[in-house]
């Protein structure tokens, strides 16, 4: 158990309070709704027009693979160009793609192969648009409304997914797929609608937009830094890859298990939606009693459970029960996974963690789609969610030591925004490069182990950051003096990396200098490397520096 945290207590609907959320969460009601009732018709379609079981399991995979190979890319044009104008990019090219699906299957010439590109297109602008929305929660809401911002994203995904998949059913089966299809094209609207009014306040850069490149790079790299994050990514990843088998095999559990048709298909999937729903209510009380690690092992429990069953029930009344704890398993697991990822990370690179994490779960669900439907297609439906179930057993024992999940803490990380570019005597473009910054301390011998363990983690932070060849060093003469030393490549490099210092690592910051026994603070120096070829030509001094051209 835990102690209850100012944020955790925060009432679910505060975010409400919000208009933009409102609207926005209102608008994607009806966008989710349009693309439940797509997937109920693509996926069902398949089943028309193919007789492969692992083509079936395909058009779940169709979806999510994109998002695992496109996720990083997406992440940093989220952080580095405007994420309203990034969605609306996405939404735009979902509608047209959407209007081409649904021409294609009004025509009636759609063929397996034809129907998993459009579904691989349509997957193309959610990984687009994902990591832009996702990342701007936090500019609609303040940071204490978050958790529960991204609760009420559940919960409205959910809500359509409790009676949409019902709905798209009684569409496929009384009106046929195109028809479906077409009500997924003006979902697109509404959204699309709301993002052109939203006007939302954008803080200019002092610095040059990050190459592309540089920016996937520094996701990368910031990730690979936080280990709390790391975790979040290897138990998603098992998570989506266990998980997804229910979901893609769903049509097989109606078609052959219960032996059904389209409507109960939808029902099962209106069944599965509602557990979400009421997995999104419970959310915020299962934080406040169990700790992260606990909420997460019990979903996987539950999902195990909700597999188990469905691959054995002839029963729609039991396969629908297993569901509703499968969908509550569903929410609060991957919700959690989201939360936990957004409040270890700061604005500057939220959208490309987001992104890692997407590409960690949506990788794991379109890798299981296609496993699952091959062991389908050997061994029947039931014995491959069997199967899963046993696996999703072995992801919750995952917590037991090194990937335990991390406490959600309140974390500050806005920007510090205390350094001052230091007045340079040389003439540096932002582009003039290496740089080496060289610091000195004067640490007593009683302080030494103390001293050695928080520039561990200044370490962490430095290369986290984006600084190179970290080192630390003792003086031989006078062992009372410590150099850290770093490198970057550039020098607007070197000031990016400055301003990404947040007040959570101020702290490390602030017990340095404690440690620091010297009468003037730490001292600095900055070098600039030089070749010894003389015709390469050497900067020159100037009065002031000005990097902003």
């Known amino acids: ?60 995979a169709s979806t999510t693979l994109p998002i695992m190979l496109f996720s990083l890319a997406s ?7 405007n994420r309203r104008k990034v969605m609306l990019t996405a939404q735009c090219f979902m509608l047209l793609v959407s209007m081409v699906l649904t021409l294609t299957a009004w025509l009636g010439v759609m063929t397996p192969w034809l129907l998993l590109t459009f579904t691989f297109l349509i997957g193309c602008g959610t990984a687009l648009n994902n990591p832009s929305w996702q990342a701007s929660v936090g500019d609609m809401v303040p940071r204490s409304d978050l958790p529960a911002a991204v609760a009420l994203n559940s919960m409205g995904f959910n809500l359509t997914r409790s009676v949409g998949p019902a709905i798209g059913g009684v569409i496929v089966a009384a009106a046929g797929a195109a028809v479906a299809f077409a009500v997924n094209t003006v979902s697109y609207f509404a959204l ?7 006007k939302p306040k954008v803080t200019p850069s002092t610095l040059p937009r990050e190459t592309f490149g540089g920016a996937m790079t520094a996701g990368l790299r910031y990730v690979a830094m936080s280990p709390n994050i790391e975790k979040v990514l290897v138990r998603s990843f098992v998570f989506g890859f266990t998980a997804i088998s229910v979901m893609a095999l ?20 209106g069944a599965f939606g509602i557990g979400a729903v009421g997995g999104a209510l419970i959310s915020a009380r299962l934080r406040q009693v169990l700790t992260n690690e606990w909420i997460v092992r019990l979903g996987f429990v539950g999902f195990a459970v909700c597999a188990a069953i469905a691959g054995t029930s002839t029963l729609a009344w039991l396969t629908c029960a297993a569901l509703l704890v499968g969908g509550a398993s569903w929410v609060v697991s991957l919700s959690l996974f989201n939360v936990t990822v957004q409040m270890s990370t700061p604005r500057w690179v939220v959208g490309r963690a987001l992104s890692l994490y997407q590409t960690a779960t949506f990788g794991g669900m379109a890798l299981g789609s296609w496993i699952w439907g091959l062991v389908a297609d050997q061994y029947g439906p039931g014995e491959a969610l069997l199967y899963s179930a046993v696996l999703m057993i072995a992801g919750a024992a995952l917590g037991l030591k090194r990937f335990t999940l991390p406490e959600q803490t309140a974390l500050n990380l806005d920007p510090l925004n205390r350094w001052k570019e ?10 003039s490069g290496p740089i080496t910054i060289m610091i000195e301390y ?9 001293f050695l363990q928080v520039m561990a983690e200044r370490r962490r932070i430095r290369r986290r950051d984006g600084a190179r060849q970290w080192t630390l060093s003792r003086d031989l003469e006078n062992p009372d003096l410590w150099m850290e030393t770093y490198h970057t490549p550039t020098w607007v490099e070197y000031v990016r990396h400055n301003q990404r210092m947040t007040h959570a690592d101020a702290v490390v910051s602030e017990r ?4 620091h026994s010297g009468t003037e603070p730490p001292r600095v120096k900055r070098m600039i490397e030089r070749p010894t070829d003389w015709s390469v030509e050497l900067s020159q001094p100037k009065p002031v520096i000005d990097i902003h051209h």
């Not at 230091?422 to 582009?431: I, Q, S, T």
């Open 250 to 269: 769903l049509p097989l559990v109606a078609r052959d298990i219960v032996q059904g048709g389209p409507l109960l298909y939808g029902v099962l999937f």
């Open 1 to 60: 158990m835990k102690e209850n945290s100012a944020i955790e207590r925060a009432s679910p609907l505060a975010p409400f309070r919000h208009g933009i959320f409102r609207s926005v969460w209102t608008a994607s009601l009806a966008s989710n709704f349009g693309g439940l009732i797509q997937s109920v018709a693509a996926a069902w379609m398949m089943t028309a027009i193919s007789n492969s079981v692992d083509m079936v399991a395909l058009v779940q």
């Open 512 to 515: 340095i200098r404690k440690l």
């Open 422 to 431: 230091p007045h340079l005597a040389l003439d540096v473009k932002p582009r």
């Open 192 to 198: 699309i609608f709301v993002l052109l009014r939203w």
């Open 75 to 81: 992440g940093a044009i989220a952080d580095s160009f």
């Open 442 to 450: 004067v640490i007593r011998e009683r302080d030494i182990a103390e």
